[in-house]
Structures are given as C-alpha cells and as structure tokens.
C-alpha cells in the first residue's frame, strides 16, 4: 500500500490530522493497534478551546459539537468556603465549549468512514521505518500477516505510551518530566450537574472538580493518593468525599446517582523536544502531557494538528519545506506555555504532601488575590481559553 501521509493513533490528534488532510486531497490511512468501540470506552477530556472548536468545524465534523457542545463563559474558583466566578467571555472575548472527547472522537471517526477515510484497526506492532530517508514507511501486522505501507510522512499520533516517542529515544531526543504525587479518581454519572458552570475547588482535604458532559450528564473528580484504587471508592464514599470538598451552598444543591464510569488518572507533566524526526512527527500525547487541571491535554494536540496540517499543505500545495521545518519549534513555543499554565493551576489547587497549614493559607491568599484582582483573573482566563495560535 502507499500513501503520502501514514498516521499512527486514532485518537483525537490522528482523527482529526486525517480529516483536514483528506479535505485538501492530501491521501492518508490512519492506523490504531485497537478498535472504535475501545478508543471510544475511554472517559478522557471535557472542554474544548475555541481553536479546537474552530478546527472541528474546519475539519467538518463540528456540527453535533454546535447543537449539543454546552457555550460556558465563566468558571467558579472555590476556596476556605466560598466560590468565585471567574468572567472569561468578558475577560478574554472567548467562552469555552464543553463537550466530551469521547463525542469528538466519535464524530471524527463517523465523519471520516462516512467520506471514505481508510483507517485500519486492530493493526498490531505498527513500526515506523527509514524516516530520515527519502523513502519512510510503516509495517503493521494484521490477520496474521505484516503489512507494509509506503508514504512520505509519518505522523506519530499513537499517545503517551505508543511506538513512535520510544522509537527515536536514541536519535538526541531530550524527555522533561514532572510526576504528581496524586492521582484524579473521576466519576461519571446521568445525574443534573451541581452547578451551571465548572467548578475548580482548593480544600484543606484536597483537589475538587466539578464538571459536566450535558445539562443530565456529570463528570467530577477528586484529588487521591497514587495508592488508591477505583474500586476500593464505593459511590458514596465518593459523593461524601465531594461534599466535604466544595462550599456548602454548592454541596447542598448535589444530586448524586449511580456511577457509569470511575477511573483514576496519574498526573504528570511530560514535554519531548524536539517534535520531528526527519519525517517522523510527534503529535498531542505523543509528544507531551499535561496534568488536567488546567483543560490543556486535548487542546494541545489540536494545535499541534494545526501547526503540522499548515506545514504539510504547504509540502504538498506550493513544495514548500518552511512549514514542516517550522513544526517543531512553533508546536514547542505552545506547548511550553499551556504546560506552565497546567503545572500552575495544578500547584494551586491541590494539596500537597509538604503544604502544611502555611502551605494551605498561602493557596488561599493567592486564589483571594486572583479573584479580586481583574489583571490577575485576566491572565488565567486568556491561558484558560486558549492562548492564539
Ligand atoms: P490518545 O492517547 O487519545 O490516542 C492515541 C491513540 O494511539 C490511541 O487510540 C491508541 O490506541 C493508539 N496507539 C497507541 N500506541 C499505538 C501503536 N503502537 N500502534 C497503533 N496505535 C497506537 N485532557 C484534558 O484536556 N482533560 C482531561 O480531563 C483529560 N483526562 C485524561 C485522562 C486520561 C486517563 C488520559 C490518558 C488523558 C487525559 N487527557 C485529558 C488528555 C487526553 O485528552 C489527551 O490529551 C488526548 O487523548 C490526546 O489525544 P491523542 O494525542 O490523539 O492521544
Ligand atoms: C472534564 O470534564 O473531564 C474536565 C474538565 C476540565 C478539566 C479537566 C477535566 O480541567
């Protein structure tokens, strides 16, 4: 088989990586080690920036994200009992837009079979091959049987733990990593969210979030220790736990329901430099995390999307090398600073194993300062929104 651009990882970034390729008549196939129904089982991100807005319609799978995606102005900052909103549509002139990454994926993966994208599920030991050679390719094994797919390009979309970051760890790759000491055990359940918009809660007892998926459908989280187990949190231990986290008034309006889903993610921040290898490209997980504290995880690999769709149309529209050339360092110079954003809204509002009481009384004079100061409440908002492009 040949193609021009191979894509391992079905995700968000390879999904949506394929479709504004394949609207620009640039070929590509798209390989996962794993099928539809298991990409779309995993409960991952809620809210999405305006450029990822904006690149899903542009990709042409908007439209299920402009009827049900819920349009939020503002976010509640609670902290010692109290809750504040903090204004981003009139802060930045940008709301943001909640809908679930499992919605998004599932509506890339229908929009792409339903214009004839190829992707090939289930394709086990994907390898990328030759990427500093004028002639890459992917070998992936299938029925039984090793497939080889020539291209031009290799986008390594296939996430944290996929193939292509640990191919090139000896071709001068520099990894940074921060590891959390805690982990979110998050809970997802058809039940009325608590409140009209997220809320982002500081307690003595630790991290609290409340967010959603629709206007009858909840996802909050809870700060835990890395020793803890999902199972080991029945769901009123959870609903308990909420309560003792968020300011009474918020509590007291809590309706809590049998769990769907309840899961706990490790956080860590995790940055690779540089992104591309030859013809190899590192894309979204691939080639960073973010803890999620700060909505950046799945925004971030749409722009990387973005960064390396512009350089590949440039490739093949004007033969123009800036663009891929380009990639790297413009994804970086982003990705820097939404991880700066993630590590300091993570180091603000959780609790910390060294805090103490004085630890904890000058997070909560910092989170004072930041909503009472508009300059302050400013620059989280612009970070939260999105910064540009
Ligand atoms: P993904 O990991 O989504 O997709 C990678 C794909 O590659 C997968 O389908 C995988 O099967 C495939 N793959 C892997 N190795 C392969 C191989 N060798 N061969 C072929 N295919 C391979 N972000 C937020 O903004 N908010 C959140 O609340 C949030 N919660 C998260 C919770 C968890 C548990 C995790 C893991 C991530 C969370 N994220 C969150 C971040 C998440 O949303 C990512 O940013 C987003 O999934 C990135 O998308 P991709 O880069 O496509 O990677
Ligand atoms: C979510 O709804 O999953 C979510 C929302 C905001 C975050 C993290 C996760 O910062």
């Given at each position: 088989m040949r193609t021009q651009v191979a894509i391992i990882g079905s995700g968000p970034s390879g999904l949506l990586l394929g479709q504004l390729l394949s609207n620009a008549g640039i070929d590509n196939v798209i390989l996962d080690r794993v099928g539809r129904e298991y990409i779309l089982g995993r409960i991952r991100a809620g809210v999405l920036e305006a450029g990822t807005v904006q690149l899903l319609q542009q990709a042409g799978a908007g439209a299920r994200m402009q009827a049900e995606g819920l349009v939020h102005d503002g976010i509640d900052l609670a902290f010692a009992g109290r809750h504040h909103r903090i204004d981003l549509k009139s802060l930045t002139g940008s709301p943001v837009t909640v809908y679930g990454q499992t919605e998004l994926t599932r509506d890339l993966m229908d929009h792409r079979e339903a214009t004839g994208g190829r992707t090939i599920y289930d394709?086990?030991?994907?390898?990328?091959?030759?990427?500093?050679?004028?002639?890459?390719?992917?070998?992936?094994?299938?029925?039984?049987?090793?497939?080889?797919?020539?291209?031009?390009?290799?986008?390594?979309?296939?996430?944290?733990?996929?193939?292509?970051?640990?191919?090139?760890?000896?071709?001068?790759?520099?990894?940074?990593?921060?590891?959390?000491?805690?982990?979110?055990?998050?809970?997802?359940?058809?039940?009325?969210?608590?409140?009209?918009?997220?809320?982002?809660?500081?307690?003595?007892?630790?991290?609290?979030?409340?967010?959603?998926?629709?206007?009858?459908?909840?996802?909050?989280?809870?700060?835990?220790p890395l020793t803890d187990t999902a199972e080991a949190w029945s769901?009123?231990?959870?609903?308990?736990?909420?309560?003792?986290?968020?300011?009474?008034?918020?509590?007291?309006?809590?309706?809590?329901?049998?769990?769907?889903?309840k899961s706990i993610a490790p956080l860590r921040s995790f940055v690779a430099e540089p992104l591309r290898f030859g013809s190899l490209f590192l894309v979204g997980d691939a080639g960073h995390i973010v803890p999620p504290t700060g909505a950046k995880g799945l925004n971030l690999a749409a722009s990387d999307v973005h960064y390396l769709f512009e350089g590949l149309q440039g490739f093949y529209g004007e033969k123009s090398e800036a663009g891929i050339d380009a990639y790297s360092g413009r994804a970086l110079a982003r990705i820097w600073k939404a991880s700066r954003f993630s590590w300091s809204m993570t180091t603000l509002?959780?609790?910390?194993?060294?805090?103490?009481?004085?630890?904890?009384?000058?997070?909560e004079a910092e989170l004072d300062y930041l909503v009472h100061s508009t300059a302050a409440s400013a620059a989280l908002a612009e970070n939260y929104v999105g910064l540009p492009y």
């Open positions: 394709a086990s030991d994907a390898t990328p091959h030759d990427f500093d050679t004028a002639r890459p390719f992917v070998t992936y094994d299938k029925d039984g049987t090793t497939h080889r797919i020539e291209c031009d390009f290799i986008a390594g979309c296939d996430g944290f733990h996929g193939i292509c970051r640990a191919t090139v760890q000896d071709r001068g790759i520099r990894n940074f990593e921060k590891i959390y000491p805690f982990g979110w055990l998050g809970i997802l359940a058809d039940i009325p969210p608590v409140h009209h918009e997220l809320i982002y809660a500081n307690s003595e007892r630790g991290f609290a979030l409340c967010s959603q998926r629709s206007r009858t459908r909840s996802r909050y989280y809870l700060q835990v769901d009123a231990a959870f609903w308990d736990e909420l309560r003792r986290r968020i300011p009474a008034d918020v509590a007291e309006r809590l309706v809590t329901g049998p769990s769907i889903e509002l959780h609790k910390f194993p060294d805090s103490g009481a004085f630890g904890q009384k000058i997070q």
